[in-house]
């Protein structure tokens, strides 16, 4: 059975941190020049890269002398395998209501 710890989710969970998820999705910055978009301070802004680094879904690296924060395809992949079994469930159960009726038409003929 695959568990799921929900920290990925909780980390989304605030309108801020899913912003900047949003914006690291079009590429990596340093935390300087990712500041600049939103109207919260810089260390604010580290704050949220760092709930969004201990849920997995961001990364940093050097850079020279800085750090570029990145999404994390780790993270992001087991983000997408949660939801996929819900998908998944959705579909079967779909596929199941769908065929019923089809079945009670075949017995009656």
Partial sequence: ????????????????????????????????ELAREFPISRPAVSQHLRVLKDAGLVRDRRDGNRRLYELDANGINALRNYFDRFWTTALTRFKAAAERPNERKKRAI
């Fill in 1 to 32: 059975m695959n568990t799921y710890d929900g920290s990925k989710l909780l980390a989304l969970g605030d309108a801020t941190r899913l912003q900047i998820f949003e914006r690291l999705a079009r590429g990596a910055l340093p935390v300087g």
